[in-house]
């Protein structure tokens, strides 16, 4: 697959070098110094220059979605640790239940002071 993509690139790099032989002086602002170098040389020279440092802005900025990444990733691994071990540790015995304790007293039936909830017979 890789192939497939460089192959012509590479092709349309060499016919782009060849087809591009004129000399031009390359300078230096600040300073004296120059190059005479072949346009192509000149052309692909800068294009490496800024495909590197586009590469190293891209690296840059997912630096910190690796970093993410890396960190679940290692948190997963232990998850998955602790649940093998859940899984190979018996079950606990279960707890006996316990009767519900109540908030009120029991009603007595032969206390004839408390008030009958039941409606009047008419």
Not at 31 to 46: E, G, K, Q, R
Not at 49 to 77: D, H, I, K, P, Q
Not at 96 to 115: E, F, G
């Amino acid at each position: 697959m890789r192939l497939l993509i460089a192959v012509p690139v590479l092709l349309l790099l060499v016919l782009f070098a060849l087809s591009n032989k004129q000399v031009v002086q390359l300078g230096l602002w600040p300073t004296d110094i120059s190059i005479d170098a072949p346009v192509s040389v000149a052309v692909l020279v800068a294009s490496g220059v800024f495909f590197v440092v586009g590469a190293l802005m891209t690296w840059g900025g997912t630096l910190a979605l690796r970093t993410r990444a890396r960190r679940a990733e290692m948190a997963v691994t232990q998850l998955q640790a602790q649940l093998r071990t859940m899984k190979t540790r018996p079950a606990p015995a279960p707890a006996p239940i316990m009767p519900a304790r109540t908030a009120l007293p029991p009603m007595s039936t032969t206390s004839s002071t408390t008030p009958s909830l039941a409606a009047p017979r008419v």
